[in-house]
């Protein structure tokens, strides 16, 4: 429940572009593609802060600041002020607009003044605020902001990766920086320099040696006056570069009089407009976003009128492009599907069939056409515990048959000789979604799926190889239609956790016709796809005659020389100890290197190790990125990632 605007003292300022850039870059090497090939990895991932935020604090004082699209102040007085900045990317340029509908949308004060960037504008805001007995919390991973931390003012780090939020006091900035008062972060950041903004810095000062001076020193003022007390080349580099020195110094300095006037009430947040939401996560294809706002039953398929959405963004997307290139958007890669059809309101005809005069029946249909796509119902996914629980046929779009088998495995047998002739056919077409999946589970019953085949997963990696494949995602987009989920039928994944087996025949019988029917379907879209772009004979010449070649070699297995494994885990076994040893002396006591919390403490208590970040459950991180990061800093960092390259090896040769 929200708590009263007049009570509530916090105020969180975002810096906007730096989320925005964080969030893109952190699936730059996967990027997150919606179905019309739009790249929206920047705006889930500041959505998902945002909404972070919101849940965790439920702030009613909240503002998002962005940079001024116009020349700021800086770069009008000096030229060379960010001047080698690569362009913003234009999927991010694209971004921008949408994620000014979605802030509109949740009701959220933005600002942004012309000549100004956004640390200027939340520096001012912050001070003038803080003043006025607000506690602040600027919301941004720029190291620049630890210069304004001050009593009532903190940095707010948004958790990535399963890290947690991470807040900045006084206290954290002094030991962050090495410095007793935060404002001598900008004497750090002065001499330091940085690269990506082109602050020049004094050459040959990095953040180790600008530490250690203002240690000593306590200013960079202070530090070209006693220039004279250095030696050799940094005395010759200070006593060379001091107008570039002050020049950077003043260039890091967070403006705190910009002239912006902001009253409490123009920052206050309020109820989102969840049906602007629901058109803009529904257009986007933010499905588990959606949920989390709009609650269980939202759909990105779900029938809303978008077109005001779409023309909106669209004029905006244009106009931002044109400030930045003559490209404009790229188009979609397929015209999407209609949405919004289920198994509710679409017309299907789907058949249980029992008995054998109804499964000659059945086998006589499917040996009279070209192609039929199949699919296996299964107790579990396991290949070697798992019992069949049924398959089911289609032929034609909306007509399907389930065929139920029993646990006994002789009786499923006998079922299945209605259709081993056909699945072992080599001139039919046998369609399935993963379809090695299924040729594993009924190699169980000595049935071996001959080709042709066509798995509609594999059609769509080569046609689309930067999306989803898996069929959930395929039917939304190509066909506009949301299957039935397995969660309606067993529940969700755990101990809890139903079979399929305990599902009531008519149940199963349309979860699981449906899946045959939609792959049917699919594979009538994707084929000219694969012709289009002439990968059609990768599919049939190279991915497809490998299916089963790869079914083989996971139902028979590998052959080990279990001697060797035995003889090469003692080995390891030494390995591991010999390192336990030398980590221990590096740590100056003996401590449980398999425990998170003990080590954290060791690194960042004892060790006093920079880049310390914690967990939900308030214990250090030490996961291998952390461990990654600290190589540079301490020789047991690599010493760690041995240890567990080698407890990751023991781990595997124990379970062969």
Same mark, same amino acid.
């Given at each position: 429940?929200?708590?009263?605007?007049?009570?509530?003292?916090?105020?969180?300022?975002?810096?906007?572009?730096?989320?925005?850039?964080? !969030?893109?870059?952190?699936?730059?090497?996967?990027?997150?593609?919606?179905?019309?090939?739009?790249?929206?990895?920047?705006?889930?991932?500041?959505?998902?802060?945002?909404?972070?935020?919101?849940?965790?604090?439920?702030?009613?004082?909240? %503002?998002?600041?962005?940079?001024? %699209?116009?020349?700021? #102040?800086?770069?009008?007085?000096?030229?060379?002020?960010?001047?080698?900045?690569?362009?913003?990317?234009?999927?991010?340029?694209?971004?921008?607009?949408?994620?000014?509908?979605?802030?509109?949308?949740?009701?959220?004060?933005?600002?942004?003044?012309?000549?100004?960037?956004?640390?200027?504008?939340?520096?001012?805001?912050?001070?003038?605020?803080?003043?006025?007995?607000?506690?602040?919390?600027?919301?941004?991973?720029?190291? +620049?902001?630890?210069?304004?931390?001050?009593?009532?003012?903190?940095?707010?780090?948004?958790?990535?990766?399963?890290? +947690?939020?991470?807040?900045?006091?006084?206290?954290?900035?002094?030991?962050? /920086?090495?410095?007793?008062?935060?404002?001598?972060?900008?004497?750090?950041?002065?001499?330091?320099?940085?690269?990506?903004?082109?602050?020049?810095?004094?050459?040959?000062?990095?953040?180790?040696?600008?530490?250690?001076?203002?240690?000593?020193?306590?200013?960079?003022?202070?530090?070209? *006056?006693?220039?004279?007390?250095?030696?050799?080349? &940094?005395?010759?580099?200070? $006593? *060379?570069?001091?107008?570039?020195?002050?020049?950077?110094?003043?260039?890091?300095?967070?403006?705190?009089?910009?002239?912006?006037?902001?009253?409490?009430?123009?920052?206050?947040?309020?109820?989102?407009?969840?049906?602007?939401?629901?058109?803009?996560?529904?257009?986007?294809?933010?499905?588990?976003?959606?949920?989390?706002?709009?609650?269980?039953?939202?759909?990105?398929?779900?029938?809303?009128?978008?077109?005001?959405?779409?023309?909106?963004?669209?004029?905006?997307?244009?106009?931002?492009?044109?400030?930045?290139?003559?490209?404009?958007?790229?188009?979609?890669?397929?015209?999407? %599907?209609?949405?919004?059809?289920?198994?509710?309101?679409?017309?299907?005809?789907?058949?249980?069939?029992?008995?054998?005069?109804?499964?000659?029946?059945?086998?006589?249909?499917?040996?009279?056409?070209?192609?039929?796509?199949?699919?296996?119902?299964?107790?579990?996914?396991?290949?070697?515990?798992?019992?069949?629980?049924?398959?089911?046929?289609?032929?034609?779009?909306?007509?399907? /048959?389930?065929?139920?088998?029993?646990?006994?495995?002789?009786?499923?047998?006998?079922?299945?000789?209605?259709? =081993?002739?056909?699945?072992?056919?080599?001139?039919?077409?046998?369609?399935?979604?993963?379809?090695?999946?299924?040729?594993?589970?009924?190699?169980?019953?000595?049935?071996?799926?001959?080709?042709?085949?066509? +798995? #509609?997963?594999?059609?769509?990696?080569?046609?689309?190889?930067?999306?989803?494949?898996?069929? +959930?995602?395929?039917?939304?987009?190509?066909?506009?239609?949301?299957?039935?989920?397995?969660?309606? &039928?067993?529940?969700?994944?755990?101990?809890?956790?139903?079979?399929?087996?305990?599902?009531?025949?008519?149940?199963?019988?349309?979860?699981?016709? $449906?899946?045959?029917?939609?792959?049917?379907?699919?594979?009538?879209?994707?084929?000219?796809?694969? =012709?289009?772009?002439?990968?059609?004979?990768?599919?049939?010449?190279?991915?497809?005659?490998?299916?089963?070649?790869?079914?083989?070699?996971?139902?028979?297995?590998?052959?080990?020389?279990?001697?060797?494994?035995?003889?090469?885990?003692?080995?390891?076994?030494?390995?591991?100890?010999?390192?336990?040893?030398?980590? /221990?002396?590096?740590?100056?006591?003996?401590?449980?290197?398999?425990?998170? =919390?003990?080590?954290?403490?060791?690194?960042?208590?004892?060790?006093? &190790?920079?880049? !310390?970040?914690?967990?939900?459950?308030?214990?250090? %991180?030490?996961?291998?990125?952390?461990?990654?990061?600290?190589?540079?800093?301490?020789?047991?960092? *690599?010493?760690?990632?041995?240890?567990? $390259?080698?407890?990751?090896?023991?781990?595997?040769?124990?379970?062969?």
């Amino acid at each position: 429940m929200k708590s009263n605007p007049q009570d509530d003292k916090r105020l969180f300022l975002l810096d906007a572009y730096a989320l925005i850039y964080r !969030a893109y870059f952190a699936f730059s090497r996967n990027p997150l593609m919606n179905s019309k090939g739009m790249n929206v990895s920047a705006i889930s991932g500041f959505t998902s802060t945002l909404i972070d935020l919101i849940l965790r604090e439920k702030p009613t004082h909240l %503002a998002v600041v962005f940079d001024s %699209a116009e020349e700021t #102040t800086r770069a009008a007085e000096f030229s060379f002020y960010k001047a080698n900045r690569e362009a913003m990317p234009e999927d991010i340029q694209l971004s921008i607009p949408w994620i000014k509908q979605i802030i509109e949308a949740f009701k959220i004060p933005m600002l942004e003044l012309a000549g100004y960037e956004a640390d200027d504008i939340i520096g001012t805001i912050a001070k003038e605020k803080a003043a006025e007995g607000h506690v602040v919390y600027m919301v941004t991973p720029d190291k +620049d902001y630890g210069q304004l931390v001050q009593e009532n003012i903190f940095m707010y780090k948004p958790g990535r990766q399963g890290s +947690d939020v991470e807040i900045l006091g006084i206290p954290e900035i002094q030991a962050k /920086w090495e410095v007793e008062s935060p404002l001598q972060v900008i004497d750090i950041l002065g001499m330091w320099g940085d690269a990506v903004d082109n602050i020049p810095g004094i050459p040959g000062v990095g953040e180790k040696t600008a530490k250690k001076l203002i240690k000593e020193f306590g200013s960079m003022e202070e530090v070209i *006056a006693r220039s004279s007390e250095l030696k050799g080349k &940094l005395r010759e580099n200070v $006593e *060379a570069n001091v107008e570039k020195a002050l020049i950077s110094k003043m260039l890091a300095t967070i403006i705190l009089d910009v002239p912006i006037s902001v009253e409490d009430d123009d920052l206050i947040i309020s109820e989102p407009d969840k049906e602007k939401l629901k058109a803009l996560f529904a257009e986007l294809e933010f499905r588990s976003l959606g949920r989390r706002i709009l609650g269980d039953e939202f759909s990105v398929n779900q029938h809303v009128n978008n077109t005001t959405v779409e023309k909106t963004v669209k004029a905006t997307n244009q106009a931002q492009l044109s400030m930045f290139s003559d490209v404009e958007a790229p188009p979609p890669a397929h015209e999407p %599907a209609e949405k919004g059809k289920t198994i509710e309101n679409t017309e299907h005809h789907y058949v249980a069939v029992v008995g054998n005069e109804q499964l000659a029946e059945l086998a006589s249909k499917l040996a009279s056409v070209k192609e039929f796509c199949f699919d296996t119902e299964t107790s579990s996914l396991d290949y070697f515990s798992l019992e069949l629980v049924g398959l089911s046929f289609s032929i034609k779009a909306g007509e399907a /048959w389930y065929v139920p088998t029993p646990p006994d495995k002789v009786e499923t047998m006998k079922i299945l000789s209605h259709f =081993k002739p056909l699945l072992e056919s080599t001139t039919i077409v046998k369609i399935g979604q993963n379809i090695k999946f299924d040729m594993l589970v009924l190699k169980q019953y000595d049935i071996h799926v001959q080709l042709p085949l066509f +798995d #509609t997963m594999l059609a769509h990696y080569l046609s689309e190889p930067d999306r989803k494949h898996n069929m +959930d995602y395929l039917a939304e987009t190509y066909l506009g239609y949301s299957p039935v989920s397995i969660t309606e &039928l067993i529940g969700k994944r755990g101990k809890n956790q139903g079979s399929m087996r305990d599902v009531a025949l008519e149940e199963i019988t349309e979860y699981a016709s $449906e899946d045959a029917d939609i792959t049917f379907q699919l594979k009538q879209i994707l084929e000219p796809m694969l =012709k289009e772009r002439e990968v059609e004979s990768v599919l049939e010449n190279i991915e497809e005659p490998l299916i089963p070649v790869l079914a083989a070699m996971e139902y028979e297995g590998v052959k080990v020389d279990e001697d060797f494994l035995k003889n090469y885990s003692e080995e390891l076994g030494k390995d591991l100890l010999a390192l336990r040893d030398e980590i /221990w002396t590096m740590a100056g006591q003996e401590f449980n290197i398999d425990s998170p =919390k003990q080590l954290g403490e060791i690194l960042f208590d004892k060790l006093k &190790l920079p880049g !310390a970040t914690k967990t939900k459950t308030g214990q250090y %991180a030490t996961g291998e990125e952390i461990l990654s990061k600290l190589e540079n800093e301490h020789p047991i960092a *690599a010493k760690l990632l041995d240890y567990r $390259e080698i407890t990751k090896l023991m781990l595997i040769l124990f379970l062969s």
